[in-house]
């Protein structure tokens, strides 16, 4: 029992970690006698690897692997913030002020064509993971598994969000500010967990799927670009918000959003600041997992 | 480290080593982040996995440091003896 149970708790290390040191950590166990002490050790020690992972854990290719997947959810977070700012600034008011005031129209129009190129990037890098990962999940039922668990939780999303807009319709009107406060935090809840879901999956294929240099190096220059993107995206959000505040001061002081709780100013400057957040974190992992493949 | 100083090892035997030594036994998780971190500064090394378990080895800088921080226990040891002795006397 007490053994099953260490074995249980080599679940709480990292994966890399795991991967690394695991299959030892299971013959070591397996050889000695396991105590409470043991069991105690153990989650100690699956803390401390959380907090101070060891370089050693993670070969150069899981550093890789790290690194787009580490990228993969400060996208996930950064594009959920995106949303935001775009529903903040959509509407007939926005756009009108958007011709009058060049600056704003443009920064508008660079966030658009940014967020659809890095959307792209993503893509692009994406691909040929998933099409390895689905040639080996073939061979793997556990790995058709963690595939299935992103593309079901954004189906039921995808349902929570055209209940989402049936219930707005039936108000009267497809403006999200005539639908239920708790209507609306639920699907944003839904959205979150959605988006956890499928950074913990594609995490957990990443890292039980065999890939070359070549695949690695793709995913590497588009979380390259994709990094890139989420900076450039955040600075013209930035220059949009200041442009709002001086140019168009009454419409940044309206109310925002279903619950009206923020005004539209404060509203831009959360999300920039989830925007600024993910994407400085995106460029760091992206800049050690260079360091790696460059070594 | 002192435990690979007479040769490769691996966790298990590194365990009833060390109990043998300081009369400690370390756990799996204490054993193995130490062995991550001293992996990681390049003091130790892994060798090919035998069965389910992988040996270590000092590296050369390992075994520099080792001795290097031996060295100076011995010079602490050899104070620390020597100023009882004077106050014994």
Redesign the interface.
């Known amino acids: 029992m007490s053994r099953a149970l260490?074995r249980a708790l080599l679940q709480l290390y990292p994966m890399a970690?795991r991967r690394?040191?695991g299959?030892?950590?299971?013959?070591?166990?397996d050889?000695?006698p396991v105590r409470a002490?043991?069991l105690?050790?153990?989650?100690?020690?699956?803390l401390?690897?959380h907090l101070r992972p060891?370089?050693?854990?993670l070969s150069p290719a899981d550093r890789v692997r790290a690194s787009a997947s580490a990228v993969l959810a400060c996208w996930v977070a950064f594009a959920a913030a995106g949303f935001g700012f775009y529903k903040t600034t959509e509407g007939a008011r926005f756009a009108a002020i958007g011709t009058t005031h060049p600056l704003l129209g443009d920064a508008h129009l660079a966030v658009q064509a940014l967020a659809i190129g890095a959307s792209g990037a993503v893509v692009l890098g994406a691909l040929p993971l998933i099409a390895a990962a689905l040639a080996q999940a073939r061979r793997q039922p556990r790995l058709r598994m963690v595939l299935m668990l992103p593309i079901l939780a954004v189906l039921v999303f995808a349902v929570l969000t055209a209940l989402l807009v049936l219930v707005a319709h039936s108000q009267g009107s497809d403006h999200p500010n005539t639908v239920g406060g708790g209507a609306f935090i639920v699907w944003g809840l839904a959205g979150l967990g959605c988006g956890a879901l499928c950074v913990a999956a594609s995490r957990r294929a990443l890292f039980s799927v065999s890939l070359g240099p070549p695949r690695l190096l793709i995913a590497l220059l588009c979380s390259s670009l994709v990094s890139a993107a989420m900076i450039a995206i955040a600075l013209a959000g930035a220059v949009y918000a200041i442009a709002l505040q001086t140019d168009a001061s009454n419409l940044a002081a309206t109310p925002n959003g279903p619950l009206g709780v923020l005004s539209t100013g404060s509203s831009l400057i959360g999300q920039l600041g989830v925007m600024v957040l993910a994407g400085t974190l995106a460029a760091i992992t992206t800049r050690r997992g260079w360091r790696v493949a460059g070594a | 480290m002192t435990s690979l100083a007479e040769g490769p090892k691996h966790g298990y035997a590194i365990t009833l080593d060390v109990e043998q030594m300081t009369g400690v036994r370390l756990g799996p998780g204490t054993l193995y982040g130490a062995l991550a971190r001293l992996e990681a500064g390049g003091l130790i090394e892994a060798l090919p996995a035998e069965d389910r378990r992988r040996p270590y080895r000092l590296t050369p800088t390992g075994t520099a440091a080792l001795e290097g921080q031996l060295r100076a226990l011995q010079q602490v040891v050899r104070s620390g003896l020597d100023r009882l002795r004077v106050v014994g006397a």
């Not at chain 1, 299959?23 to 166990?29: G, H, I, K």
């Not at chain 1, 105690?40 to 699956?46: H, T």
């Open positions: 260490a970690y690394r040191y299959e030892e950590m299971r013959a070591l166990l050889q000695t002490m043991t105690a050790d153990l989650l100690r020690g699956a401390a690897a060891a370089a050693a854990a």
